[in-house]
């Protein structure tokens, strides 16, 4: 297609038809291929592929073909996708109920049939319940449609806890401080990535994630410009990318230099901040906001005060209208002031100086001038000069991060971010950061103390047990593992841990495998013998997405869409995986029948059985949802079903720009885009732990090397194949995967290491030594290494010996020197971390 087209093509439709993969799937068609929707979960991000299969010839890598769905709201672009079919007949997938007969992680099982393994644990789950409560069990998942909740909330147990602290709990939580509740979680805001002008990528690889790659190429190919703050370099910076640089766990400084310019170039959109931000609010010189009940006996608390030129004051804040929506409540000609209030008398009669949030802001911004950031962050003047006028001019968006959990002060820099957005004025407009609808399809399922009929129960009294220690915790497992070993809040005493790979995904590797030898009951449900089964005490093979019907909304676009993943494999002879749903429910049935029936659940024998009980659910779901849309246009229902026959999915609600902050409240306080959170003063825990806003804060999860020496900070991240538990075992990660770490020239001649030299990696705080062989490579900055997250140092034992598959043990794993750090009100968890490192041989 030429530019042109292209083009065209582009701006008509926000997902650029993949016409060559198109092509491919119709000749296939031809030729008497079968065509089915997969959702993926190679890496969880679900996005849209097309199964082709040969009819009538065994199932195999070369008679099922994997492509992208052609015009998918979210489609299927990755090197981890197209190795499907390596994993679903992997010499090493695990085949049969396995039970442990040596110590804990030497990794000895023996095999032994279903009903020995679901009869052995449910006597062990009734045991630990029966002497500690349903809170002693817990369990968790990476994101695989949440089945992990299927065996603790039925039981009674609040801990059914996901990987958020390990993976977007930072980016959850900073937004949370800007836009609040309910804009918070995964793909509620997104970059409209497919009318981008220009994206700033701070930390985030692009390397396939969540489905927004191709959509990014949409606006690539438009000519929209994208700039990477990396200390490593991704591979989206091949070709028109630029990339910039940084110091690891400096960022924030970074992104308060391009505030300070903003402000005093003035480009930045003050008119919006003025409106939409909290940025005119008063507050006191602690910091604390001042409300009507400041100035009015008996006034408002809700209600903040605002002054004009005149020195008037005015309160704005929300309301419940006619319908019971909440809407602002203020006068919209008032001009509030954003600078230089005069002091104000309060209604005790005392007379105050007071600043506006705005003020604030630039105050602690100031300091950041381009030169004090190069200081910090390693990024020459000029170039910060550069992007903060780009990114003003054209409107820019900085990507708000998806793996946010690398040197414990990531709240503090995502919410920077997000003010950074804010303060360019592009929040909910074409190409800026916007609030994504989703289509409405609800799946009937089980939450805590409510079935999927409607059935309801009382949970057990204690509290999630991460929320108590970390309040605002979006998921912080390892509390979980900490209260095995300490029983404190409480004790846990038996984990699920279903289709996680905890060694890859958690900081202190050491740490970690302490807490799970301190398990009575560990379960581990996975498709491949990762490094957590070897300290299992079952270990249960799990069917994985090709094997499973699946219905459910299009997880990361602006549109609602929902979509149909029908792979329809079985697994492979002599594999007895079975769906993880079942597993867990047949455990729970057989220690606690009353339980298991709280979820509608009988004995199921056969897959089959199971299968209807299942999907029953997504029936009953889905036509509850057919029926209301035909409620509200009719015919509409008959075109969905034949959308998700003919192309797997349906879209059904199409993005509105310009509601959010404009027309509706977003979550916080104030209900406006908070430039300086008021929710850090709902408490004083709060306001010691995180500031209202904060500028650079050193790293507080790892010991900071000294410069020049052989210590360095490690950074880790992804890539297109060197990613995710299941990729890590595939042929395409054992060829292109890269399990060396990265050095830069400078750093390298200093220690006398060349290229492909092996290294003793050594951590400074953890003191765990391992080995790998380095890269030495301008692809990396001075001071700092670079490793990927997945795809190496898996040091499983006996379950992987086959000489073909050693290669997984190679390299390090980043979590052997990570502290394991937490934020204390978020909880989110610092993965990066710092070493020392010398030459061990050539
Ligand atoms: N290819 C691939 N794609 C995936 C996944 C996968 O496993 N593989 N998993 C999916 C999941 S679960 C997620 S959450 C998303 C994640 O998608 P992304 O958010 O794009 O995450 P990463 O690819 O890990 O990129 C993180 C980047 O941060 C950089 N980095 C590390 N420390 C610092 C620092 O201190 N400062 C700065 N500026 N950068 C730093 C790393 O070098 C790396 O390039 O991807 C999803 N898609
Ligand atoms: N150093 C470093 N650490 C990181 C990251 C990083 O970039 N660098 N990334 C972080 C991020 S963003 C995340 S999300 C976490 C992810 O960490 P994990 O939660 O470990 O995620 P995955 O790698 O996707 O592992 C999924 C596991 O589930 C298995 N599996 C796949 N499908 C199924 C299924 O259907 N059923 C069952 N039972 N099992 C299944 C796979 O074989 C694999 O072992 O890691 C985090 N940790
Ligand atoms: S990014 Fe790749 S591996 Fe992840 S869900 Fe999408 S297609 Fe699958
Ligand atoms: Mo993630």
Redesign the pocket.
Known sequence: MKGGALAAAAAASPCLPNLAFAEQIKKLEQEGWTKRPVACTM???FCGLIEMRKEGEPVSEKTVRIFPNPGHPQQGY?G?SAATMWVWNHPLRLKKPLKRVGEKGEGKFKEITWDEALDGIAGQLKTIVEKYGESSIASTSHTFSGFSKWITLPLGSPNSIGHASS??AGGISGRQWVFGKGFDGAGKMEPDYANLRYLLL?????????GALHTLNVARANGARVVS????M?DISYGDVDWVG?R??T?AAFVMGLINRMIQDGTADFDFIQKHTNGAYLVRENGHPLTQADFVAGGDKTKYAVANAAGEISFRGLKKNETGEMVFDEDPSFKAILEDVAPVKLVDGITIPVKTAFEVVKETAAPYTPEKVFEITGVEPGILLRIAKDFTNLKGVIDD???TS??GTDVQLYQLICIANAMNGNIDIPGGLVVTVGAGLKIPSVSAGKGPNGETWQMAKEKRIDKIVYPEASATFKVALQAAVTGKPYPIKGVFFVGTTMFHREANSQELAEQLKKLELCVVQDVLPQELVDYADYVLPATYFMERKEMAGVKWALDGSIYLSDPGLTPPKGCEARHDVWILLEILRRAFPEKAARVGYKECKTAEEFNKYFDAFTNKGFNKFLAQCESQKPGWAAKIKKDIETQGWSTIKTKKYNQYPYHKPFGTPSGKVEIYAFQSFKNEAYEKAIAPISGYIPSPAFTAPKQNSNEFIL??????VT??GLNMFTQPTRYLGDRTVWMNPVDAQRLGIKNGDMAEIEGIDTNYVGQARITVTNKVVPGAV?AF??SGGNRTKHLVNDPEYQFVKEGINSHWYATGYAQPVFGNVAN?SSVRIKKVRG
Do not use: E, H, V
């Open positions: 890496c969880g991000a990755c981890r993976c977007n701070i930390g985030r690889s692009m390397g396939a994630a969540m703050i990396d200390p490593r991704p940084i690891p766990s960022d991060g998806w793996y690398k040197n950074a880790s991240g992804k890539n297109c990613c995710s670079f997250g997945f990066n």
